[in-house]
């Protein structure tokens, strides 16, 4: 997970701590009333990719407060005994990693061309002799007459306003909150919201898991920095 999020150089003290980190798991006053401290391995390339505590809280079937906890055990480890990556994990807020540009930039081809596309196979019967009608993607089969959405099978026809679709997935990739999102695209705050959980499970499914990992990262250090400028 971390060879596509942190930058190369600090690939060898990614393995170095993660190598380390059972003798540490095992011997640190950290991690003794952190049971089982086995999940602490487990956590720690989340850790290096800074996952959000909710991402891994569902990962691990924790309370976010658990997640948090472990987290945040895990980070105090890795300031100890490799102080560079640590501050590698905690920059990675300000740069996006060449691979991570990369899925962006084949996602929102493939959704720009999904939704200019003109010519759609049947989903009935396979025909290519079909035609767009209306301005939702619907298209009527010009062979067994039946009209169909490409959009619903990536669940994407439960979404309004697709001509936003590409500006709101720039704003995931900022980390943009949803107040934000409402104010830059007119889109309200439930529906932004909705947006985002739609579009992360898009990527993933689209297999752009590395891209919806990243989205999840910038917004949790975005929620983050205003809570801080907030106290």
């Given at each position: ?156 026809n439960e979404l309004s306003h697709c001509g936003l679709w590409l500006s709101f997935v720039d704003l995931l990739l900022q980390g943009e909150t949803c107040r934000t999102i409402n104010q830059q695209l ?46």
């Open positions: 997970m971390y060879h596509a999020i942190l930058p190369i150089e600090q690939h060898p003290a990614a393995e170095r701590f993660l190598l380390l980190l059972p003798a540490l798991v095992a011997t640190s006053p950290l991690c003794r009333r952190l049971r089982p401290t086995s999940l602490l391995i487990d956590i720690a390339p989340f850790t290096l990719t800074a996952q959000p505590h909710s991402f891994i809280a569902t990962q691990f079937d924790l309370s976010p407060r658990a997640a948090r906890r472990r987290d945040n055990v895990i980070r105090q480890l890795l300031a100890q005994h490799e102080p560079e990556l640590y501050q590698a994990v905690l920059n990675l807020a300000q740069t996006m990693p060449e691979r991570v540009s990369q899925q962006a930039q084949a996602f929102k081809s493939w959704l720009t061309e999904l939704l200019n596309t003109s010519v759609m196979p049947c989903d009935y019967c396979g025909s290519l002799s079909t035609v767009r009608i209306g301005h939702r993607l619907n298209f009527r089969c010009r062979n067994c007459r039946r009209t169909f959405n490409p959009l619903k099978k990536y669940q994407l007119g889109i309200n705050t439930d529906t932004a919201s909705k947006w985002q959980i739609y579009f992360l499970w898009i990527m993933e499914q689209q297999g752009f898991s590395m891209l919806a990992n990243y989205c999840r990262v910038k917004r949790r250090q975005r929620c983050r920095q205003i809570w801080l400028d907030r106290h």
